[in-house]
């Protein structure tokens, strides 16, 4: 039973408009929220957190927009770049102190030139 | 180096047979996870380190799985009976727990099972 949902395997996208990449949970006991990037051949890094007593974190071009109501979380990227093309997991920390993130199955972002 | 280091980046072995997976955190990083990425899938967790000792060890599958991280550094994933269905890129994580969830992995090693 996946807990973090990311419905959508792909998404392309013009370099310099914006990527919109989306993620459902469904278990409401997750303190945070977190989006990974990763590379082929590269393990995932870290791109941006918010806490679920927050509904919008941003950092630089990347913005997380978090709905608790909708048990919804959006990563905003613009302006799109070429170097953006990676897969995208999102991924949740459950309250608690666990240190056990749970993740989405990815998102393959396309930007192109 | 600077980063999360795993070897070896790929192991090809038979079924039955028994494998160790390394991982080498960043110095100074208490907190050492292993995840297991199956093809398709985002990282499954399998067990976290604090220090020397399991603090969580849930996600490990079966028996067949064991880890130890025996001076609070350097870990071992071994895998004993090696089946088909372990095949998949095994992720090592380390953090300094400085913010939630905020985890450097290394490159993986993947591990096929024929």
């Known amino acids: 039973d996946q807990q973090v949902k990311q419905n959508s395997p792909s998404l392309s996208v013009q370099e310099g408009r914006i990527s919109i990449l989306n993620c459902d949970y469904t278990n409401s006991m997750f303190d945070y929220f977190l989006w990974y990037k990763k590379y082929p051949a590269e393990g995932p890094t870290f791109l941006i957190s918010i806490s679920s007593i927050k509904d919008k974190n941003e950092d630089g071009r990347f913005t997380v927009f978090l709905n608790k109501s909708a048990k919804h979380l959006s990563l905003h990227i613009v302006p799109s770049q070429p170097g953006d093309s990676a897969v995208y997991f999102c991924a949740a920390l459950p309250q608690g102190g666990s240190e056990k993130l749970v993740f989405g199955k990815g998102t393959k972002l396309t930007v192109n030139p | 180096g600077a980063g999360v280091s795993q070897t070896p980046s790929n192991k090809v072995t038979e079924k039955g047979k028994y494998v160790e997976l390394r991982c080498d955190p960043i110095?100074?990083?208490?907190?050492l996870y292993w995840y297991r990425q199956s093809l398709g899938q985002g990282p499954e967790f399998l067990i976290y380190f604090q220090g020397t000792g399991a603090a969580d060890d849930s996600g490990l599958p079966n028996d067949r799985f064991f880890a130890v991280r025996p001076e609070g550094s350097v870990s071992t994933l071994k895998i004993q009976r090696t089946e088909r269905g372990d095949s998949a890129v095994y992720l090592c994580a380390s953090s300094l727990s400085a913010r939630p969830g905020e985890l450097f992995f290394g490159e993986g090693s993947r591990l096929t099972v024929l």
């Open positions: 110095s100074g990083h208490t907190a």
